[in-house]
Nanobody, 125 residues
Framework: QVQLVESGGGLVQAGGSLRLSCAPS????????MGWFRQASGKERESVAA????????LYTDSVKGRFTISRDNAKNTVYLQMNSLKPEDTAVYYC??????????????????WGKGTQVTVSS
């Protein structure tokens, strides 16, 4: 079993930045592909970014390309989502997800087996 705890959410003005962190426990971190997803109120959960086990491969949804960066520090057992130039439409609960099955990187939610409880990100205009 893998437990995921997100942190770093909060309230920020449009144009500002936040960095989300997620620290899985219960399994060797380097064996996990990781992803970030978000769900705005009244909307379906959507993928944001994903990173392979090694960190060499990443994927982003189009709406965050050039603004968000996913990274991982396998020595610190932590995955990050650096969010810059935030927009009100980025407001959502952000979830960290992990998969021990993926040999590559994907943003398909059903490929992930473990999920955190989420952290709220609110961007004011």
């Amino acid at each position: 079993q893998v437990q995921l705890v997100e942190s770093g959410g909060g309230l920020v003005q449009a144009g500002g930045s936040l960095r989300l962190s997620c620290a899985p426990s219960g399994r060797t971190f380097s064996s996990l592909a990781m992803g970030w997803f978000r769900q705005a109120s009244g909307k379906e959960r959507e993928s944001v970014a994903a990173i392979s086990r090694s960190g060499y491969s990443t994927l982003y949804t189009d709406s965050v390309k050039g603004r968000f960066t996913i990274s991982r520090d396998n020595a610190k057992n932590t995955v990050y989502l650096q969010m810059n130039s935030l927009k009100p439409e980025d407001t959502a609960v952000y979830y960290c997800a992990a998969s021990p099955r993926l040999g590559t990187v994907t943003m398909t939610p059903t490929s992930y087996d473990y999920w955190g409880k989420g952290t709220q990100v609110t961007v004011s205009s």
